[in-house]
């Protein structure tokens, strides 16, 4: 038998089949919808599709592929990691010139303006020309100079001249009198 003589006489046998099915279900009291959806999944689940098998070319096309992604990246990530190392070699020259023009600021507000400036995408003289910084390094002045105006409390011993009075000359002698006077009266 020819092949399409053989599909045609399959196929006629499966629906002769089915209609067999569904008549014995309608007999039953059963819709046929249902019993074709239960019937309908488990054929589902048997055909599991693999992928198609490769040939060698294939094969070796997509490793070239493969290895072209690997070695864009890694080039990728080699511009990236210059780039970055430029950009951080200009921001300490930035830095330094900007210590340069600014003596007067500590270390520790340096950095804090060059935070300012990353965060607000600013160059350094313009994050620190800015009004909010400006008050606030007043308000750091003002606060060290509140520090500074708070006396030493840690006294120390005072080492007074010690004179040899066997040979202190007339006038040391009438001056260290005058100073123990003046003591006596305050």
Do not use: C
């Not at 019937?39 to 048997?46: A, H, L």
């Not at 210590?99 to 160059?123: G, I």
């Not at 308000?139 to 520090?147: A, F, G, R, T």
Request: charged share 40%.
């Amino acid at each position: 038998m020819p092949p399409q003589e053989e599909e045609n006489a399959t196929e006629g046998v499966g629906s002769e089949a089915e209609e067999a099915e569904q008549q014995d279900t309608i007999e039953s009291g059963f819709d046929s919808d249902e019993s074709e959806e239960n019937e309908e999944k488990p054929e589902e689940d048997d055909q599991e599709e693999e992928p198609p098998a490769l040939s060698l070319v294939q094969l070796q096309e997509e490793k070239d592929k493969a290895e072209k992604k690997a070695r864009t990246a890694i080039e990728q990530k080699k511009r990236w990691r210059e780039k970055a190392k430029a950009s951080e070699a200009m921001a300490d020259a930035n830095v330094v010139e900007f210590r340069f023009d600014h003596p007067e600021l500590k270390t520790s507000h340096v950095k804090e303006v060059q935070e300012y400036a990353r965060a607000n995408k600013l160059s350094l003289e313009d994050a620190y020309n800015k009004p909010l910084v400006q008050q606030y390094f007043k308000s750091i002045q003002k606060s060290d100079e509140i520090l500074n105006a708070i006396p030493n409390t840690q006294h120390t011993k005072s080492t007074k001249k010690q004179i040899d009075w066997a040979s202190a000359s007339l006038d040391d002698v009438r001056k260290h009198r005058q100073n123990i006077l003046r003591q006596n009266r305050q």
